[in-house]
């Protein structure tokens, strides 16, 4: 601030120069003060920022630590980890990781590619890296956080050193996230010997909450009651598949894309089965006090020869209108449609993969959108497996889904798959990929996301050099994104 004597010096200054010159005067003080907030800029202590995300919350975290960290004095860098290599860790320090686990203790898909080569390399000198690392996860599965866990292992074998102690949180993540960066921050201002300044600025952002959590859980469940029940499948199906609805007194937040996480009664012996995650098949600007599932009824044959059914999907099975039955929803950050409603879309999801697609569809319609849908489905027989056939059809008549192409494995001599179809037509997928469109696959895992890739590749691969490469950027900007198991 200037004082008393400062200010009539410049008032008199002021009174004294033309209009011009005030124009030149405005431009000299506004280059002084660039200057000085390049030089600021210049002299912030680098760090980089890696993450690994499934569905979306490890990134929340990252990007709520990366506007921390700008905000205390440091110049950050976030980076998909699935474009770092494990050689080149060594020359970046301080790092942090954030990490989430997908199913069984897998890494997540984006990652996948980073893990396998951390796994298969032998004795990595991490150099002098100095990191902090936080795992995100679920305790109801057994393999709690093990990307993280495993991740850390790795490093501190290759001679890395924690500046700060690995953090592993459960579902209720958000309620912790910001004292975890505010220790990070702290640790990392004693590291580099950064400025009390910086540390004023991550002090006073203390209170901001910039990842978005959802006020139930598997740990605080809601209720919906069950209004309808359909076997999906038609008279000569090997397969039950059910279209479940769910009702609720309120509306209900939720996005397509998103999951239901089913909660099971506990077993006779006390046990409490882990929740199962159903992709969510409905819209919420259709239905915003419903939700819609579809759910396979999963058989298989026991021990003693007898037929044994999946638990949950039994469970929902049996259910009848009015029954309650307990839930919440499992966002899905990156499985969403795109933010501008003129972007093409392509949809693979064979059997129940399909599911997500409808509740894109019907979120694309009621929304207007100009942008092309255009869906791959694939089961075992067009006369009786064809799911939601009605509602496709009139989908097609209406133009809200530009196109179509059906892959019914057992009804020819060849068998047929969603990979097939992809290949067919091979050259007007690519139109629309090169042209901005984005992809999504969901439904099995192996080996049906694994075929469906390689087919992507081999298309990729007759127009640009580098396939692998097309599609990890695809899958970075988020434009390639699937939802298996």
């Not at 255009?374 to 056939?389: I, K, M, R």
């Not at 984005?438 to 439904?443: A, E, T």
Request: contains cysteine; negative net charge.
């Amino acid at each position: 601030m200037l004082d008393a004597a400062q200010r009539k010096l410049l008032d008199q200054l002021l009174a004294s120069l033309s209009a011009e010159q005030r124009v030149w005067l405005t431009g000299y003080l506004n280059g002084l003060t660039q200057d000085a907030a390049a030089g600021a800029g210049a002299s912030a202590v680098p760090l980089a920022i890696y993450y690994a995300t499934e569905t979306g919350n490890s990134k929340s975290v990252a990007h709520a630590l990366e506007k921390r960290a700008k905000a205390a004095g440091f110049k950050p860098r976030l980076t998909p980890l699935g474009r770092a290599k494990p050689e080149e860790l060594g020359a970046v320090s301080p790092a942090v990781f954030l990490t989430s686990t997908h199913g069984e203790g897998d890494p997540p898909e984006m990652a996948r590619r980073f893990f396998e080569a951390l796994q298969q390399a032998s004795a990595i000198s991490f150099g002098n890296l100095q990191y902090a690392l936080l795992g995100l996860g679920d305790r109801a599965y057994a393999q709690f956080c093990q990307t993280a866990v495993a991740l850390d292992e790795a490093l501190k074998a290759g001679g890395a050193k924690a500046f700060h102690p690995i953090a592993l949180y459960d579902v209720d993540f958000a309620a912790h996230t910001s004292g975890w960066i505010d220790g990070v921050l702290a640790a990392l201002t004693s590291l580099t010997g950064a400025s009390a300044g910086a540390s004023h600025a991550a002090a006073k952002t203390h209170h901001a909450a910039p990842v978005d959590g959802r006020g139930f859980s598997r740990l605080s469940p809601l209720t919906g009651v069950i209004k309808d029940i359909v076997n999906l499948n038609d008279v000569g199906s090997r397969k039950e598949t059910y279209h479940i609805e769910i009702e609720f007194a309120e509306p209900l937040a939720y996005s397509p894309g998103d999951a239901a996480g089913i909660i099971l009664p506990a077993l006779a012996d006390g046990t409490v089965p882990v929740p199962r995650l159903y992709s969510i098949a409905s819209s919420p600007l259709l239905y915003p006090r419903e939700l819609h599932l579809t759910v396979a009824l999963a058989s298989y044959t026991q021990t003693d020869g007898t037929l044994g059914y999946g638990l949950c999907s039994q469970f929902l099975a049996q259910l009848q209108p009015g029954d309650e039955v307990p839930f919440y929803v499992q966002r899905n950050l990156r499985f969403k449609l795109p933010e501008d409603d003129a972007k093409d879309i392509i949809m693979i999801g064979p059997g129940t993969g399909i599911a997500p697609f409808r509740a894109f569809v019907q979120e694309r319609a009621e929304r207007g959108a100009s942008g092309r849908n255009w869906l791959f489905f694939g089961e075992q027989h067009a006369h009786c497996d064809f799911l939601y056939q009605a509602e496709w059809q009139e989908f097609v008549e209406s133009g809200s889904l530009s196109r179509i192409d059906l892959a019914f494995s057992r009804d020819q001599k060849e068998k047929i798959y969603v990979q097939h179809r992809l290949r067919q037509h091979g050259e007007l997928v690519m139109d629309w990929l090169d042209n901005g469109a984005s992809l999504y696959v969901c439904g099995s895992k192996s080996p049906m996301s694994e075929d469906v890739e390689e087919a992507l590749l081999e298309l990729v691969a007759l127009r640009h050099a580098d396939a692998r490469g097309y599609l990890d950027q695809m899958s970075e900007e988020d434009r390639y994104v699937k939802d298996v198991y």
